[in-house]
């Protein structure tokens, strides 16, 4: 199994990056670096996440004066030293087998971008619900039109210097864009595998809300093209503690 570069965006994540860091250290795959890029966070979050060089050899904490999602990702691309990219949130949380079976099924698959599921194991009915109709949406729609979750992404430096990386123009459904861009060139699906996801977004915006966000975003995307004017008000890193 080849190695993999991680790449994960921050801002203001003190209280979630050190899990995330927690269940990196803890993969059975071990060849990887990670590739902190903070969006200059006001709290802890680069201490934090510096304090696991020791059990991270490979880990890296940069920090932009400017903030952003998608020049985030752009960024650790430019950093990272390995052929695989893996672009991840801060408040992800993965299974110690999580890498290896990533690599295993794109190797088999001989895919360079994919996307993964969102797992929704001891969250509550309502979180199930919600992450359900959201991953059938996922598994549809990687035919035809597809999508993705930026939290969680494999890619190649191949497939990011040929696309120009993310979009930096996008403030919403730039990880849709790019899966989008990438699967007219090269075949992208989903990996029989999920990540744990952060319930915070659904706990402020409430699972019909937000729900109805991401469908009428991509509605609109596919009958108007990218949303590249912050059409719909959205706003890195906007939602709070829970």
Same mark, same amino acid.
């Given at each position: 199994?080849?190695?993999?570069?991680?790449?994960?965006?921050?801002l203001n994540e003190e209280k979630?990056?050190?899990?995330?860091?927690?269940?990196?250290?803890?993969?059975?795959?071990?060849?990887?670096?990670?590739?902190?890029?903070?969006?200059? #966070?006001?709290?802890?979050?680069?201490?934090? =996440?510096?304090?696991?060089?020791?059990?991270?050899?490979?880990?890296?904490?940069?920090?932009?004066?400017?903030?952003?999602? #998608?020049l985030g990702r752009n960024t650790?691309?430019?950093?990272?030293?390995?052929? %695989?990219? /893996?672009?991840?949130?801060?408040d992800v949380q993965l299974e110690?087998?999580?890498?290896?079976?990533?690599?295993?099924?794109?190797?088999? $698959?001989?895919?360079?971008?994919?996307?993964?599921?969102?797992?929704?194991?001891?969250?509550?009915?309502?979180?199930?619900?919600?992450?359900?109709?959201?991953? /059938?949406?996922?598994?549809?729609?990687?035919?035809?039109?597809? !999508? =993705?979750?930026?939290?969680?992404?494999? #890619?190649?430096?191949?497939?990011?210097?040929? /696309?120009?990386?993310?979009?930096?123009?996008?403030?919403?459904?730039?990880?849709?864009?790019?899966?989008?861009?990438?699967?007219?060139?090269?075949?992208? %699906?989903?990996?029989? /595998? !999920?990540?744990?996801?952060?319930?915070?977004?659904?706990?402020?915006?409430?699972?019909? $809300?937000?729900?109805?966000?991401?469908? $009428?975003?991509?509605?609109? %995307?596919?009958?108007?093209?990218?949303?590249?004017?912050?059409?719909?008000?959205?706003?890195?890193?906007?939602?709070?503690?829970?």
């Amino acid at each position: 199994m080849g190695p993999v570069s991680i790449v994960v965006i921050t801002l203001n994540e003190e209280k979630r990056i050190g899990r995330l860091m927690e269940d990196l250290s803890k993969q059975t795959h071990k060849d990887f670096e990670v590739i902190v890029v903070d969006s200059n #966070s006001e709290d802890a979050t680069r201490e934090v =996440a510096t304090a696991y060089e020791s059990s991270l050899p490979q880990l890296t904490v940069h920090k932009m004066e400017t903030r952003g999602v #998608s020049l985030g990702r752009n960024t650790g691309a430019e950093l990272a030293k390995h052929e %695989r990219l /893996l672009f991840l949130d801060a408040d992800v949380q993965l299974e110690p087998t999580f890498l290896a079976n990533a690599i295993s099924q794109l190797e088999d $698959k001989q895919l360079e971008v994919a996307g993964v599921y969102m797992g929704s194991k001891n969250l509550p009915l309502v979180h199930k619900f919600g992450y359900g109709l959201f991953n /059938l949406g996922l598994f549809v729609t990687q035919f035809v039109f597809p !999508t =993705a979750v930026g939290a969680c992404i494999f #890619s190649t430096k191949r497939v990011h210097q040929q /696309l120009n990386g993310f979009d930096e123009e996008i403030v919403l459904c730039e990880d849709c864009d790019y899966v989008k861009r990438a699967s007219k060139t090269w075949r992208f %699906r989903f990996l029989n /595998l !999920t990540f744990g996801f952060d319930p915070r977004r659904l706990d402020q915006d409430g699972v019909f $809300k937000m729900g109805a966000t991401y469908l $009428k975003a991509n509605v609109r %995307r596919f009958f108007y093209g990218e949303m590249r004017n912050n059409e719909m008000d959205y706003k890195f890193g906007h939602y709070k503690e829970q």
